[in-house]
Nanobody, 114 residues
Framework: VQLQASGGGLVQPGGSLRLSCAAS????????MGWYRQTPGKQRELVAV???????VYADSVKGRFTISRDNAKNTVVLQMNSLKPEDTAVYYC?????????WGQGTLVTVSS
């Protein structure tokens, strides 16, 4: 399974970005799909995940601002990020979980700055 993430960039505080991640290759059943983020010197942290059944979990820091969704037919997961704050600046990684293991994308940089 290969994951290709896109959509990062520079945005002003209060702005929006949409991250997309597409899975390709020999794709087994995908269970959870999600987004994580990491800043220098800190551990990678959960941002949002969506289960195969559509249930979602969000980090408290992004609740009400970010929305995760998935398209099972296209094997994609999208993170809509609104009302962005400087503290959202990080490298964002998409991840998918199969029955056997987790796969990670290459990361996309999101910078929130005026």
């Amino acid at each position: 399974v290969q994951l290709q993430a896109s959509g990062g960039g520079l945005v002003q505080p209060g702005g929006s970005l949409r991250l997309s991640c597409a899975a390709s290759g020999s794709i087994p059943r995908l269970n959870g799909m999600g987004w994580y983020r990491q800043t220098p010197g800190k551990q990678r942290e959960l941002v949002a995940v969506v289960s195969g059944g559509g249930s979602t979990v969000y980090a408290d820091s992004v609740k009400g601002r970010f929305t995760i969704s998935r398209d099972n037919a296209k094997n994609t997961v999208v993170l809509q990020m609104n009302s962005l704050k400087p503290e959202d600046t990080a490298v964002y990684y998409c991840s998918v979980l199969t029955a056997n293991r987790a796969y990670w994308g290459q990361g996309t940089l999101v910078t929130v700055s005026s």
